[in-house]
């Protein structure tokens, strides 16, 4: 009787060139791995849950069901989609555009993944300005 194929999984690592990593670390950001021990359980968790095949705490059920509901976002809001995202493709950010009713703006970001704030610090930080100048402000007296 044959057996059955292994079952294989692709996993896609983006690692920064040394040149990159020397250019990061030099703004400050620490690039240390903070594995340790049980974060691959906490990973997978983490994943099974968003895909509703596990669980979440129950000390945040409450909050869960509230955002199910996919209550409106009224605060100003700046959304980035990297365009080298293996695991969640690029958009032009209309599917989610509804549930903003607050000033929003959305960039696609070049030679990003999903991780956007340690992959490109800069574009990151720049939407976290950009959100700031969408803000009203508030008046003087």
């Known amino acids: 009787m044959p057996k059955d194929p292994p079952k294989l999984s692709l996993v896609r690592v983006s690692v920064p060139t040394a040149a990159r990593k020397r250019e990061l670390t030099s703004m400050g950001l ?3 791995e903070h594995g340790g021990r049980g974060y691959v359980e906490v990973v997978l ?4 849950h968003r895909l509703g095949y596990a669980d979440g705490d129950p000390r945040y ?7 199910a509901a996919l209550p409106p976002i009224t605060v100003p809001a700046v959304t980035l989609d990297g365009l080298a995202d293996g ?3 690029a958009t032009d950010g209309t599917a989610g555009a509804a549930h903003f ?3 929003r703006c959305h960039h696609q970001v070049p030679l990003a993944g999903h991780n956007l704030p340690q ?3 800069e574009a990151f930080a720049a939407a976290v300005t950009e959100v ?3 803000a009203p402000r508030p008046s003087c007296a």
Request: glycine share 8%; no cysteine; hydrophobic share 25%.
């Open 101 to 103: 009713t607050g000033p």
């Open 132 to 134: 700031r100048s969408l």
């Open 30 to 32: 620490d690039l240390t």
């Open 45 to 48: 968790h983490s994943y099974r």
């Open 61 to 67: 059920a409450g909050l869960e069901r509230q955002l």
């Open 87 to 89: 695991n969640f493709p």
């Open 119 to 121: 992959e490109v610090p």
